[in-house]
């Protein structure tokens, strides 16, 4: 094993009962959890346990959710001595967990911008977004740009009419967002060329230009809070690249909302730094799988419970033996 990365997740990878395990067993999970309640002035916690689905899966409650289950798992990876990584990364929200593994933010700080950035996203324009499987990056791309052209020469002036690749998961695994009736024409685009479309269940047109106006709001959220200067690197969804300072990573946040999730480049950039393990911190294993599509070659591991949490350990602690 030479060094590790830990990542942590994004909205999608919500379930009803996540972080429960982690609750019941550790303490520090215990502690975690009631911390974060009291400071979101909510039951966040109860969410993730009992849910329901429906109100689980609304953006205002998904982002401190995943928030408070993640930071749980990170909390436990620490009590077991998990080995320090080299790098941190996250997912579109999961770079908020990130900031708060790295030190870069307080738990309180986190707890309060996510729940902002929760409510400014929830109450967006109506937007859409659809995967797109097995096509790559340039012709999903060309996709969208026909789609816009389409648009314009039919004489739409209409401000949603922006369809742009939002996430850029891995080579073939792409998200596009933007106005509901410029996804569509793309995504048929998409069809068309070969590629497999799957709608997903969000009504916000997340990492795109329509959300500009959010993400100047959020901006001046960001401004009243104070950024350390990370104690591990933080490899951030902007520009897929690693940083330890305070303000560069203050400045690079402040783009992430409307910006694209560069999580191929972000991937490819540990693994050129030497990184061959990776260890996704809370619910979900979406990460995992986007890592080994991204770099077969990795090792990859997942907590999410108490199961996983000492079955990755004794991994970690037996490559660490061997290298």
Not at 65 to 73: G, H, M, P, Q
Request: net charge negative; glycine share 8%.
């Amino acid at each position: 094993m030479s060094k590790i990365a830990c990542l942590f997740p994004g909205q999608g990878s919500q379930s009803v009962g996540m972080g429960l395990d982690l609750f019941n067993t550790y303490e520090e999970a215990r502690s975690s959890f009631n911390l974060i309640d009291s400071l979101a002035g909510r039951l966040l916690s109860r969410l993730c346990f009992e849910g329901p689905e429906q109100e689980l899966k609304r953006t205002i409650n998904t982002q401190p959710t995943i928030l408070a289950v993640s930071l749980a798992a990170w909390r436990c990876y620490q009590l077991k001595q998990g080995p320090e990584p080299a790098f941190l990364a996250g997912h579109s929200l999961g770079e908020f967990s990130a900031l708060v593994a790295g030190r870069v933010l307080s738990l309180e700080t986190a707890v309060a911008l996510v729940e902002r950035r929760a409510k400014l996203m929830e109450e967006c324009p109506t937007g859409a977004m659809s995967a797109v499987l097995g096509l790559s990056a340039e012709l999903v791309a060309e996709c969208c740009q026909a789609a816009q052209a389409e648009a314009a020469s039919a004489g739409s002036a209409e401000p949603d009419e922006v369809v742009v690749v939002a996430n850029f998961n891995t080579r073939e695994q792409l998200v596009i967002s933007g106005g509901p009736a410029a996804v569509a024409r793309a995504s048929e685009r998409a069809k068309a060329g070969g590629g497999k479309v799957i709608a997903l269940p969000v009504g916000g047109a997340f990492h795109s230009p329509l959300m500009a106006s959010a993400a100047q709001e959020f901006q001046q959220e960001l401004e009243k809070h104070d950024f350390s200067d990370a104690q591990i690197a933080v490899v951030q969804n902007f520009d897929a690249r690693g940083s330890r300072s305070g303000l560069s990573i203050k400045e690079k946040l402040m783009k992430q909302m409307p910006s694209s999730v560069r999580w191929c480049e972000s991937i490819e950039h540990m693994v050129s730094e030497g990184v061959d393990t990776f260890v996704e911190i809370g619910p979900g294993k979406a990460l995992a799988g986007m890592v080994k599509k991204i770099c077969r070659s990795a090792q990859v591991f997942n907590i999410y419970d108490a199961a996983s949490l000492q079955s990755t350990i004794d991994q970690l602690r037996a490559a660490i033996a061997v290298s």
